[in-house]
């Protein structure tokens, strides 16, 4: 890992309370995942997820999860997989003003911590995890560096969720041009 995700992932652990002066990069990523779709709940490990979506092998309990929610793997696997870019910098900028606390708040509703604290501010530092030092995430990346270990996708919301994401990178990208942008 990169020293600057390091940092930014020791500066996150920081904000969000913890009191640590060592940490691991791991310790302050997601371990599980609660799938949600209507009133079913599933918990599938982090890695299981990553392995689905990257290869298309589902786990049992994540194919059971699929078939009895209607879920097409398919579908669930490009929504995992869709990259959205844009330039951490103005990610960073857009997430810590008004308007992005107006975008986070909804977001978190689709992608969240079981419990729901802090949502606005773990998938703040997950977008930015992610978008560090390549310029893009996905909503698999973004469940990858999310700061809690365990975190909560609501199925029913995700999609729109990544729409609105893809849509704020379109529209910053068209006024600020490739200047900002990578690729």
Request: aromatic residues 4%; proline residues 5%.
């Amino acid at each position: 890992m990169k020293l600057q995700g390091l940092s930014l992932r020791l500066l996150l652990a920081l904000g969000l309370g913890s009191g640590a002066v060592f940490v691991s990069p791991s310790a302050f990523a997601a371990q599980q995942v609660i799938l949600k779709y209507g009133i079913l709940r599933e918990s599938v490990s982090v890695s299981d997820l990553t392995t689905f979506a990257e290869t298309g092998n589902a786990s049992p309990a994540l194919q059971a999860h699929l078939r009895l929610s209607g879920q097409k793997p398919e579908a669930v696997r490009q929504t995992l997989n869709r990259e959205v870019r844009i330039n951490p910098i103005v990610l960073d900028r857009v997430l810590n003003s008004p308007i992005g606390n107006a975008l986070l708040d909804p977001l978190s509703q689709a992608i969240r911590t079981p419990t729901g604290g802090a949502d606005r501010q773990a998938l703040r530092g997950a977008l930015a995890l992610s978008a560090n030092g390549d310029g893009k995430f996905s909503v698999l990346e973004i469940v990858q560096k999310y700061p809690t270990q365990e975190v909560l996708i609501d199925g029913d919301r995700i999609v729109e969720s990544y729409r609105r994401l893809s849509d704020l990178a379109d529209r910053l990208r068209a006024p600020l041009g490739s200047i900002l942008f990578k690729r």
